[in-house]
């Protein structure tokens, strides 16, 4: 499913080695270490009578952390595999006539939204599915946002914000010809602790802002002119570089699906329980619990012990025989 919704060539790259097996490479490797310890952990507790190597928590500790650390990066490179090949849902915002539209245009390399100097040309959400590098973005060009008695403009500037509330990402708009106005302050407050980058537009006019003022809402400030297309490539590799993608490599393990996260979520939780109890002092059985249930999980990732729930999702959801 992921080859027939992957969009762009790295995106086909990523899908087929979810087919290939790396993914399946790495969660082995981990589900193996965990297994030895699990099953050195059970003979020991469970035949005390035998003469079977005693199971030390200073031992496991390491493999356990080793193992997270793993599962944790495979969840890190989920998000930039998912702005890769789902592409990432994007809105541009900013007050009117900072330049939104012609960003729009610039990225999409057509004449998508209309661009005039009349403030409040836009009122419907303007939509295009653009390739930036190696990122796919879903954007959606929107109203200027500012306080209006016009019907229509409000209308805009109200789906203007509703986008914004959903977007993943934002790419806020200032005209750096000007100095910052309270729209634009309102704008950088409501950015704070979202996904975004900052462009300060028209870089070909004297600057009235600077970096340092939009720093302290939004941690990425690209200097750019959307009208001659100057600082395109600033933009790209700070886009790469917020969404993780700047050293995405396609040839990686990586996990294709919601599901598969789950399971690695799961998976790590369950790690992390295992180490908080060997560090407690809790008994041996106590941490075997913690093993058993990450082992289950990954196992369920790599399709080995396919619970209920997840045949009867595989059946609802792909055309295969009963
Ligand atoms: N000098 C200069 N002018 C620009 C630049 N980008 C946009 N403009 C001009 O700014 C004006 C507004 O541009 P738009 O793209 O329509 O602005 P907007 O933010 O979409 O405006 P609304 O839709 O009204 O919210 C137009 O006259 C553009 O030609 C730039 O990089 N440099
Ligand atoms: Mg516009």
Redesign the pocket.
Known sequence: MSMVSAQGEQAAKAALTALDGALSREIHAVTDQIVACAAGIAAWVDYPDEDIEAVHPENLRPVFVQASQKLQGLLDRFDAGQAVTQGVDTVIV????????????LLSGTER???????????DVVEQTVRIGNLVLHLS????LRGTDDPVERIGVARARQRMERAVLLLA?F?S?EPLTGEDLELLESCRGRLALAVL?????PPQVQPEQILPYISQVVC?????GDGYETLRDALTRLLGTDHFDPSAAMLANARQRDCCVRGLQSLQEAIAALDSGMTLDAVNVCADSCIDALLELTGEKAADAVVAEVFARFCVGK
Not at 94 to 101: Q, T
Not at 224 to 228: F, G, I, R
């Open positions: 900013g007050r009117p006539n900072v330049g939104k539209s012609t960003l729009m245009n939204s209309i661009v005039t100097q009349i403030p409040g040309t836009t009122r060009d929107t109203a200027g708009v005209d010809a537009n028209k870089s070909d006019c750019l002119s959307a009208q001659s």
